[in-house]
Structure formats: structure tokens, C-alpha cells
């Protein structure tokens, strides 16, 4: 099993950043990838990002690519969302995720992001 912990979501204006964070823990040894989530009201949930753990490959929604950037910390089993120049349209649900070596996908609990405009 592996237990994700998300924070650093927020309210924020248009054009302004957050960075959101993840850590991992439990069975971190079978994580093969982690990343990000996201849902809107009224809206399925959608892919943001993800970041392979062993090779550091990065993919991104192409509504983010230029404007967020994912890491990580390998020591701390951690991941990041830095986003930056945020838009009304960004305000979801943003949830980590991850996904072990046997093809389990395991899910944070969430954290709001609000953008106004």
C-alpha cells in the first residue's frame, strides 16, 4: 500500500502561483510514477501531469505545458506542482497520484485550488 499526502492548495488571483505537494508513503520502494490530477465542478477528472520516478521523464496536459512544472524529491518521496500564471480556468480539485510497479494506481484525498479572475 501507498498513502499519499497532498498540500498547498489555496485561493489565489489570476496570474499568481501555488505550488502543491505530495508525499508519498508506505510501499514507496514500487512506485513507478507519480502526478497529478484534476477535477471541476461538473467536470471528469482530467490528467495534469505525472513524472517517471526512475527516469524523470515529465508529461503534461497541454494546457499546462509552459506553466506548470512537476519534480520531485527523491529523499523525501515527494513531489511537486509548481503553477505558475494561474488562470480561472485552473480551479479544480487537484489530486496526487501514484503508480506501483504491479499497475495499482493509489489516490490522495484532494486539495482545492481556486483561482479568481
Known amino acids: 500500500q501507498v498513502q499519499l499526502m497532498e498540500s498547498g492548495g489555496g485561493l489565489v488571483q489570476a496570474g499568481e502561483s501555488l505550488r502543491l505537494s505530495c508525499a508519498a508513503s508506505g510501499r514507496t520502494d514500487r512506485i513507478v510514477s507519480m502526478g497529478w490530477f484534476r477535477q471541476a465542478p461538473g467536470k471528469e477528472r482530467e490528467f495534469v501531469t505525472t513524472i517517471n520516478w526512475s527516469s524523470a521523464s515529465e508529461y503534461y496536459v497541454d494546457s499546462a505545458k509552459g506553466r506548470f512544472t512537476i519534480s520531485r524529491d527523491d529523499a523525501k518521496n515527494t513531489v511537486y506542482l509548481q503553477m505558475n500564471s494561474l488562470k480561472p480556468e485552473d480551479t479544480a480539485v487537484y489530486y496526487c497520484?501514484?503508480?506501483?510497479?504491479?499497475?495499482?494506481?493509489?489516490w490522495g484525498q484532494g486539495t482545492q485550488v481556486t483561482v479568481s479572475s
Open positions: 497520484t501514484a503508480r506501483a510497479s504491479d499497475y495499482v494506481r493509489y
